[in-house]
């Protein structure tokens, strides 16, 4: 006997009907995949800050990156002729770099004020920026979204006064006497860099804003937290450090201006730092990551 059960058991399902079945299927399967992948990256995060803050202060990975961006060999050129830190990367880690400038140039607004702006400035800049973060995950610094160049001193209006470079949180800027950026990198052992020292200014105010979601940043402000606690623990490291005038003395204007010059310092003459103070120089390692030739 065939019953209504039997005649709707054997009634082909309709293609609109089969059609809406595979597209919930699929449609269920991309949003488990969604939630799988937000899981697993709450839980790597939450692991590595408790491994940054409680056991060790590095990354478990750094550089990850699906697609790598290439310079071209005019901006490639650029690099090579102005950083030494990148000529002493090996190949992969070069390719890395590159990617990290191009990232750069393409999402920063270039303005120039009474000068045009060049490759060498849109390199150059980017560039300090991506060495300063190289050993950080964190490369692109939110409170930076333009780059402005004059072609030397300028007036600023902050405090009314002629500057080489500065600053602007309120702008989001970075303000540059082109003139003095190159001259920071013509002399590479003056501890002297206009574009590490504003820079450092820069990411030392995006990683206060990150902090709580951030390992890199948590890495960054921890270990200087540690470094200015070292320095006040102990006097005597901190009474010979001035007397060196191994720091230039704008360096003790305030906690920012220190950081700042102590990793202008760092970066510039990391042998005779190491060498001379140790224990304060592997602190700014720490810092930046840089475990890097010639750090």
Request: glycine residues 4%; hydrophobic residues 45%; aromatic residues 16%.
């Amino acid at each position: 006997m065939i019953t209504i059960h039997t005649i709707l058991t054997l009634a082909p399902i309709k293609e609109e009907n089969v059609f809406e079945v595979w597209v919930s299927a699929i449609l269920t399967l991309v949003l488990l995949g969604v939630i799988l992948v937000l899981g697993l990256k709450v839980l790597f995060y939450f692991f590595e800050m408790a491994y940054v803050e409680y056991i060790n202060k590095k990354l478990f990975i750094n550089h990850v990156y699906f697609r790598k961006r290439k310079l071209t060999k005019s901006q490639k050129s650029i690099l090579k002729n102005n950083f030494k830190f990148y000529q002493n990367l090996p190949l992969k880690y070069q390719s890395f770099f590159e990617h990290r400038v191009c990232k750069i140039i393409n999402e920063i607004e270039f303005i120039g004020k009474e000068i045009k702006v060049s490759e060498d400035m849109k390199v150059i800049s980017s560039a300090t920026l991506v060495k300063l973060t190289f050993g950080l995950r964190d490369y692109k610094i939110e409170s930076v979204e333009r780059i402005i160049f004059y072609p030397e001193e300028f007036y600023s209006q902050t405090n009314d006064a002629y500057h080489k470079g500065e600053f602007n949180l309120g702008l989001k800027a970075l303000v540059f006497s082109w003139q003095d950026v190159l001259h920071g990198y013509e002399i590479e052992d003056d501890n002297l860099n206009l574009a590490i020292h504003e820079f450092t200014h820069a990411i030392h105010f995006y990683y206060m804003k990150v902090r709580r979601t951030s390992t890199s940043a948590a890495i960054f402000l921890d270990a200087f937290v540690e470094l200015t606690k070292m320095l006040d623990d102990n006097p005597e490291l901190k009474i010979k450090l001035v007397k060196s005038n191994f720091l230039r003395d704008y360096a003790y204007t305030n906690q920012f201006e220190f950081l700042s010059v102590i990793i202008e310092t760092f970066i510039e003459s990391p042998q005779q730092f190491k060498r001379d103070f140790p224990a304060i120089y592997h602190k700014v390692k720490t810092m930046l990551g840089f475990y890097f030739k010639g750090y």
